[in-house]
């Protein structure tokens, strides 16, 4: 399930995205682990993120479990990729095919 959280310190809000029961982990490539959004999550994300995407790319806070960190969600056939860092992977204890539950905060400072 992929869940806004509320605005702090000049991120925006935004909106929940319920993925489900939650979304899959898969490789692409090493040693990333990705959890994509659906289509319509995507579009959606893409309009709140308007003025903030950067060569097709859209800033983010993330949080897996309690795990927090930031990185940049990328389009891959209509649809965002969240990418899963090897320290979140390990830390969260993370592996090919989970089912994860991430939270998204759009980062607002790479606004210019």
């Not at 939650?22 to 490789?27: I, K, N």
């Not at 891959?76 to 989970?98: N, S, T, W």
Request: net charge negative.
């Amino acid at each position: 399930m992929l869940a806004g959280i509320a605005q702090h310190r000049g991120q925006q809000r935004l909106p929940d995205h319920d993925v489900g029961h939650g979304a899959q982990c898969a490789p692409w490539p090493a040693p990333y682990l990705f959890v994509a959004m659906t289509p319509e999550e995507s579009e959606d994300l893409k309009e709140e993120a308007r003025g903030l995407i950067y060569w097709g790319q859209v800033p983010v806070h993330v949080t897996i479990g309690g795990t927090e960190f930031t990185t940049a969600l990328f389009p891959k056939d209509g649809r965002y990729l969240v990418p899963v860092k090897v320290a979140v992977q390990r830390a969260e204890e993370i592996g090919e095919g989970a089912i994860v539950e991430v939270a998204l905060r759009l980062n607002a400072a790479h606004r210019q």
